[in-house]
Structures are given as structure tokens and as C-alpha cells.
């Protein structure tokens, strides 16, 4: 599952871009810095929908909270605002 980034903004991707913030924050287990497929992720999360998979990840690297990798996005590096983005709810 390789999602390209959405250029259609959209408030409704942010809830499950925080929780693709806290999968990969889950993932890493405090090993930060590290890039983490998009597959594993979104395993991580149990999210199969590629669109709205697509829109949070779209919506998470415009926001600064991950750093997308590849073209299609294949991979993710969560930042230190994604760290705390998926912590909070909103």
C-alpha cells in the first residue's frame, strides 16, 4: 500500500493523522528517527481505506508532524511536533 500525498486539504483527515502520528510513535517503541513503512503503519492502526490513509498522511506532513518519503509515499519519519500531535486529541 503506497499512498501519494492529496493536495485536497481537509480538517476531517486530522483525527486519523494524530493516530498515525501515535502508530508510528508506537511502532518505534522510543527509538525515534527512524522511517517507518506506510504499510506497517497503517497495519499498526488497522486502516485499509488507501484514500483517507492517503489524506492523513497528506495532512500530517503539510501540518510538520511527519516527514513523507518516496513518490509514491512509501515511508514515514515522525517528527518531534508528531510525537506530540499524537499524543493530544482533538
Not at 500525498?5 to 511502532?27: F, H, I, Q, T
Request: with cysteine.
Amino acid at each position: 500500500m503506497a499512498p501519494r500525498l492529496s493536495k485536497a486539504p481537509s480538517r476531517s483527515y486530522e483525527p486519523l493523522a494524530r493516530r498515525l502520528c501515535k502508530g508510528v510513535n508506537d511502532l518505534l517503541a522510543g527509538r525515534h528517527s527512524q522511517w517507518v513503512s506506510v504499510s506497517k503503519v497503517s497495519q499498526q492502526i488497522n486502516v485499509k481505506d488507501e484514500e483517507m490513509l492517503n489524506g492523513a498522511i497528506a495532512f500530517a506532513a503539510r501540518s510538520g508532524w511527519i516527514m513523507a518519503g518516496g513518490q509514491p509515499v512509501h515511508s514515514v519519519l515522525l517528527t518531534e511536533t508528531g510525537q506530540v500531535a499524537g499524543l493530544m486529541k482533538r
